[in-house]
């Protein structure tokens, strides 16, 4: 859709409103361009363009900001002044250009005691650390919330900015409630807080933070006001993100098709500025996912691969593509590209774990070869002191000396020890990470001897005719690949999935051993939505009575499966009336102990509270016959909520 007529459109649905609010708006304006100044501390007054800051345009932003710092260019000593250096800050901050803040912060005077200097150097001195779209450290968010302390006692006109890091940090780490709180002090903190686009702005966060909580209410009334008010102030890109949020709300609700208009929309007009981020190939590529079109996720993944922003993106929105293209390539099918995406998911992990593990050392390191040369610089100075006292004297300084190397030795110990945990901690973490990824391939796996074997049988039914046989067993083979495909992306299943799963598989092996055996699915008065187990934990067990104990016996086989619970436990209980197990059958006896094996694996890794264990427990031969198998599995109860 043309931006154009959309923007008309939009026009169109909010005349009403525009109507009734004119009035408003015209009083709100006037406010805002005869609001005071005077109201600021006196040393305020030299940043009342940075104050004014929020109520301009981007462009006119940047534009004042590089008009004050040329006024300051071409005059005599123009490094000194501190103002000149903040606003070459925030100029070079609007550019993106983080990299030279710290040159430009280290040219202030931090001594000066000027309470409106102090609070806008500490304010861009953590806004290089703390980025939108990166999870911000506890020890930053101590540090912001100390320093806002230490600005609201001095009374500065700018704790405002340290409401909006704190707010911005709270976001990234998904706490959401503590950001709306600095969210609405950013507001009664700010200077100009009646003006347009102030308001906007805000609007546009409480948009962000009522999606966080899941407020479909909250996010239509904000997104209204959000729009409204972009209209009003003429603003290209503040109504453009609304089309984000309005697609957003789509994707909320369950209507992908929609949200792919509107991302696309948005990306469109991104792209066409110059302004793409990597959240918005993430939301467009994963709306297609939504709408199940793999390719065009793939499209947009390799797009944002090649975009010119990926080398300096950051590190989740890299993992959060990349888990998309996997996800994308598992629905079409193609699981080498997804272990491939997921490889390289994995390899940008280790990447940017390993470049913090060396930013961290080289951090030890050079804090300890300060601190090193800063007590060599002490020792001398002792040293050159005590060559001037008595023999005794000396000897005093010999042990001295001696207890404080031996501090210096017990000190780097503990560092190279501390050094060694790390190390074998990680190491220990990406071991137990593997392992995982072990287990969910091998529950992933299919029996390729039974798609064999079911392929054939349905080939033999279509070859003598029989069509509707043929086609009950091509529904149940299909439904049975589609569960093992879809259930095995899950930890966790609930107990009626598992049963549904187990009948499509009981079903198919009945016609292919033309039904010589009947089969009991006994759930009592489980709440079967409510229990989650393990998925595909039961069908190999099921495949060993049909296979290795019912299928060459001379009378009717029976296959039951029994689920009660007892104690916070689930019971399941499996037991046939085949042959049992025989002493020669030692290959059968090798895949049944492979079985065991495998799901006592999972078992462990699933459940891993120690007061609540799983168990598996085999019986054969248990018939008074001296025929039959006998499994029982015990797995602590979890619910769906």
């Known amino acids: 859709m043309d931006i154009n007529k959309y923007v008309t459109l939009c026009r169109s649905m909010l005349i009403f409103f525009t109507v009734l609010t004119v009035f408003y708006f015209s009083s709100c304006q006037q406010e805002t361009k005869n609001q005071p100044v005077f109201g600021y501390a006196k040393d305020s007054l030299a940043y009342q363009n940075l104050i004014a800051w929020d109520t301009l345009a981007p462009e006119a932003r940047l534009k004042k900001l590089k008009n004050y710092i040329d006024s300051f260019e071409y005059k005599p000593n123009a490094a000194q002044p501190p103002q000149y250096w903040i606003y070459k800050c925030f100029y070079e901050k609007s550019m993106g250009k983080r990299d030279s803040l710290h040159a430009y912060l280290s040219k202030i005077d931090s001594t000066q005691k000027d309470r409106d200097l102090y609070a806008l150097r500490q304010y861009l001195s953590l806004s290089i650390k703390n980025r939108y779209d990166e999870i911000s450290s506890g020890k930053l968010v101590e540090q912001i919330i100390l320093e806002r302390q230490k600005i609201e006692k001095s009374n500065s006109v700018f704790l405002y900015l340290m409401d909006d890091l704190l707010a911005m940090a709270f976001y990234n780490n998904h706490e959401d409630l503590k950001s709306l709180k600095?969210?609405?002090?950013?507001?009664?903190?700010?200077?100009?807080?009646?003006?347009?686009?102030?308001?906007?702005?805000?609007?546009?966060?409480?948009?962000?933070?009522?999606?966080?909580?899941?407020?479909?209410?909250?996010?239509?009334?904000?997104?209204?006001?959000?729009?409204?008010?972009?209209?009003?102030?003429?603003?290209?890109?503040?109504?453009?993100?609304?089309?984000?949020?309005?697609?957003?709300?789509?994707?909320?609700?369950?209507?992908?098709?929609?949200?792919?208009?509107?991302?696309?929309?948005?990306?469109?007009?991104?792209?066409?500025?110059?302004?793409?981020?990597?959240?918005?190939?993430?939301?467009?590529?994963?709306?297609?996912?939504?709408?199940?079109?793999?390719?065009?996720?793939?499209?947009?993944?390799?797009?944002?691969?090649?975009?010119?922003?990926?080398?300096?993106?950051?590190?989740?929105?890299?993992?959060?593509?990349?888990?998309?293209?996997?996800?994308?390539?598992?629905?079409?099918?193609?699981?080498?590209?997804?272990?491939?995406a997921k490889t390289k998911q994995y390899n940008e992990y280790m990447k940017v774990t390993t470049e913090m593990q060396k930013e961290k050392i080289e951090e030890i390191s050079t804090k300890y070869e300060t601190r090193k040369k800063d007590q060599d610089i002490v020792t001398l100075k002792e040293t050159n002191l005590l060559n001037n006292k008595l023999l005794v004297q000396q000897r005093w300084i010999f042990v001295i000396l001696s207890l404080f190397l031996m501090m210096i030795l017990l000190y780097t110990y503990k560092l190279y020890k501390q050094k060694l945990l790390k190390a074998k901690h990680d190491q220990l973490l990406i071991e137990n990470k593997q392992y995982i990824l072990e287990q969910k391939n091998r529950q992933n796996q299919l029996n390729?001897?039974?798609?064999?074997?079911?392929?054939?049988?349905?080939?033999?039914?279509?070859?003598?005719?029989?069509?509707?046989e043929a086609n009950t067993y091509l529904v149940a083979l299909t439904r049975l690949i589609r569960d093992i495909l879809e259930l095995n992306r899950h930890d966790f299943i609930t107990l009626e999935q598992e049963v549904r799963s187990l009948k499509?598989?009981?079903?198919?092996?009945?016609?292919?051993?033309?039904?010589?055996?009947?089969?009991?699915?006994?759930?009592?008065?489980?709440?079967?939505?409510?229990?989650?187990?393990?998925?595909?934990?039961?069908?190999?067990?099921?495949?060993?009575?049909?296979?290795?104990?019912?299928?060459?016996?001379?009378?009717?086989?029976?296959?039951?499966?029994?689920?009660?619970?007892?104690?916070?436990?689930?019971?399941?209980?499996?037991?046939?009336?085949?042959?049992?197990?025989?002493?020669?059958?030692?290959?059968?006896?090798?895949?049944?102990?492979?079985?065991?094996?495998?799901?006592?694996?999972?078992?462990?890794?699933?459940?891993?509270?120690?007061?609540?264990?799983?168990?598996?427990?085999?019986?054969?031969?248990?018939?008074?016959?001296?025929?039959?198998?006998?499994?029982?599995?015990?797995?602590?109860?979890?619910?769906?909520?």
């Open 182 to 340: 600095y969210a609405k002090q950013y507001m009664d903190n700010h200077p100009w807080s009646t003006h347009n686009r102030l308001k906007q702005r805000y609007y546009d966060i409480r948009f962000m933070l009522s999606q966080r909580l899941e407020n479909t209410r909250d996010m239509q009334n904000y997104l209204d006001s959000s729009r409204m008010l972009a209209i009003s102030i003429n603003d290209s890109l503040a109504f453009m993100r609304t089309v984000d949020y309005e697609a957003q709300m789509h994707s909320a609700m369950g209507r992908p098709d929609a949200a792919v208009k509107n991302f696309r929309i948005f990306f469109n007009y991104l792209n066409r500025t110059n302004q793409l981020e990597f959240y918005v190939f993430n939301n467009l590529a994963r709306a297609f996912l939504d709408l199940n079109l793999p390719d065009s996720t793939i499209k947009y993944v390799r797009m944002s691969e090649a975009w010119k922003g990926w080398k300096k993106g950051s590190f989740t929105a890299k993992i959060s593509l990349l888990d998309l293209l996997s996800e994308a390539y598992q629905k079409k099918g193609d699981f080498k590209n997804a272990y491939l």
């Open 448 to 468: 390729p001897h039974f798609i064999y074997n079911a392929i054939a049988n349905l080939q033999g039914l279509i070859g003598a005719d029989k069509k509707q």
């Open 504 to 641: 499509n598989y009981i079903i198919l092996q009945q016609m292919r051993f033309h039904h010589i055996f009947d089969s009991i699915i006994d759930t009592g008065d489980l709440d079967m939505e409510d229990i989650l187990i393990p998925p595909m934990l039961i069908q190999p067990f099921v495949e060993n009575a049909i296979e290795h104990g019912l299928k060459n016996i001379d009378h009717k086989g029976l296959v039951k499966i029994s689920f009660y619970a007892n104690n916070d436990y689930l019971h399941v209980c499996i037991t046939d009336n085949g042959m049992g197990l025989k002493e020669n059958a030692t290959h059968e006896k090798d895949k049944k102990s492979l079985s065991q094996v495998i799901t006592k694996e999972r078992l462990a890794l699933l459940y891993t509270d120690v007061q609540h264990q799983a168990s598996l427990k085999i019986y054969p031969n248990y018939r008074p016959s001296g025929d039959g198998y006998k499994v029982e599995i015990s797995l602590p109860l979890k619910h769906v909520f």
